[in-house]
Structure formats: C-alpha cells, structure tokens
C-alpha cells in the first residue's frame, strides 16, 4: 500500500511494447536497475507500469532490442498537476486547506477529564475557563505541569493529577482521596446540653455522658433538655463534692408524627404521538448552529430529538464541527379520566416514593396511618405516618453553677 502511494506520488505510465526481443528487453531492464510492475501479455507485445524516472531510461535499452514504446495510461501527482496547470483557483484552495488544517493541529479542540467523582467535569472546566485555558487555546501557550499544580491547588481532594497533550486534545486524569470526606465531630470540649429538636415521644434513649433530664416513654417538646451537660461529684458519704461541667452526649430516639396530604384531578393530558416526523439536519462549527430544512416549526405540539457526532481526523485529532439530525416527532395532547382503580395506583405510589424520601433521611416507618379517597373530580391522600428518628442537638450549657467543693473545715 505505501509503495503504491510513493508511485503516485512520483507519478508511473502503463506502457506497452513491441519487440522481437521481449525477452532481452526484460533482462537489460533488470540489469540496469529498471523496476517494472504488473508484467501482463497483450496481443504480441506486453504491457506494463514503469515509473515516471525510470521511463525516461528506457530509450538505450529501446535503441538496443529495437523495440517500440506505446504510453497507455499516465497516472500520478506529476501528470495531474500538468493537467490542472491553469486552474489556479483550485491549488490555491488546496494550500488554503493544508494551511487551515495545520493551524487547527497548532489548537486544543478537546479537552477530557477522567477519575473525578466529587468534582464534576464542568466543575474542572470552568476552573479552566478562569484560567484562560478553554477549547481553541494554542498548544504552546499550554503548560501541562502548571494546570496539574493548579487543579492540586484548587481542588484539595484530587490527590494526583496528570494533564497531557494528545493531537489536538487536553487529557486530564485525576485521583481524589476518598477517605477525605470530612467526618462530624460527635464529641466538643466545650460544655453542652443535648436538647430536642422535635417535639414526640422517647422510645430510646443511650447517655454516654451528662445526666438524662427525661426517660423512655416521656414526651418531649421542641428545646426541652433531654441530657444535661452537669455532673454531681459525690463522695463516699453521698454527699455533693462540686458540680462538673462537660459535653452532653447520648442517643435519643423518638416517634415523630408526620402530617401527610396530597391531591390530584382525576382529569389529565396525555401525549398521543401521531406518528409524522420531520428531520432537519444540522451543522455546528464552534458555537455556530446551522440548520438545513424547511424553516419554521412544522407541528403545533411536538418533541425534538438530536444526535450529533464530532468530527476527526484521526483518533486524537479533533475538530470544533459536529454533525447531526434533529427530529421532530408531532403529538396531540387528549384529556383522559383515571378510574378509580387507577387514582388509587397512582395515590400509593405516590405515598410509597414518600416514605422512601423518609427513610432515606435517616427515619424509620412505624406507623402509616394515611388513607386513599377518590371523589368525582379528584383523588386525596391525607393521614399521619409515624416514625423513628434520633433526636437532638448540642447547644452551650444554659447554667452555668459555680463549682461547690468542700473544705476540710466543713
């Protein structure tokens, strides 16, 4: 394949000879360094393909075998460029194009991140952005050591990043610290109260530290102090020695109500697709959209669906144009009923993805007292679910009591 680009690039003839002598004639080629290819009988002479250099060789050889040359075919960069001599307009916009295509080689048109999670892609691309690094930047106004230091810098959780230059696209691959995700302080040194933040009843309750103002089975109100953050030091004798200041700590659980209600109309609009569609194919080149169809919007009700693809010219070279097809897909809107058997599927659902929500913030169902009416025009969901959840914040120490020691006069 290659030596066949090089012959066209240097240019070759399709000949055919006539002589008495064939064979010499082959010979004498050989022996002079003459390559001949595609070797094929025709009628009493033979045809083949000589390049371009080598034909002009051939004449001593002819004189000697009296043989006679006929060109068949002139193929070639040489024999092209003869013909097209005086279309001047078009080697113009063959240089033009080899030009255009070298300065873009010169530009990043990509630029792919890879191993973030925390940190989301357009995250990373609009800390580029700020930093004057953005898709069409010359690569020698890039410094791959500097953008890794400074994606380190700004963002303290990517523990490794690598930034490299591949055609005309910015790779940058990064590693975060998974074991970075900070963790929350369950202890202060500071002296504390744990108080209720809800108002319901105490089902658990663990103190790990402080004195417990109230017991399983209480009612609490919301700011009411559930462990209090100061200790009596007793002696030996059960008699108070001072009071100690710390951090309330413990665990308390308790059963939260939760109000629930939720309405629809049984009435509602459904999408019908007709079926009719148009297309309208599209051109990107940078931030510029071209759109080839009829002009307009052809349906009064319609979705639009788009698929494009980016153009390169090889693996790693990409181009700022993308190409593609929108279609439009036409739709009329109908009124529609739910029956009753459906309102109430739809009602449950609805209370199902409710206390998923529930339980995904930490809370465990006990009870689910919600209840399902469907009326002539719409359907209502209204009740109480009951759940358990732990309860209770730190705040500062709400008395302060001055510390009572005894002396050894007392």
Known sequence: MIDRIIRFIKGYVRICIHSQETERFLNLCANNGVLLYRIEGAGNGCEMDISLSDFFRLQPICRKTHTRIHIILKRGLPFFFHRNRKRKAFFVGVFLCFGLLQLLSTRIWNIHVDGNYSYSTQSVLQYLEEQKICHGIAKKDLSCAEISAGIREHFPDMIWVAAKISGTRLLISVQENMDSIPQKETETEAPSDLVATKEGQILRMVTRQGIPQAQVGDMCEKGQILIRGLVDIMDDNGELVR??????DGDVYIKTAYPYYKEFPLTYKKRIYTGKTRKRFVLQIHSLEFQLGLPGQPFEHYDQVGRFHDLKLTENFYLPVAYGKNVIHEYDIV?????????????KAQILDHLDDMMEKGVEILENNVTIEVTETKCISKGTVYGLEKNGESV?????????ERTTDE
């Open 335 to 347: 009124k529609k009923n739910h029956t009753k058997e459906e309102a109430e599927e739809l009602a």
């Open 396 to 404: 500062p120490l709400s008395f302060s009591a001055q510390p009572t």
């Open 243 to 248: 009071q100690a200041q710390v951090p309330a």
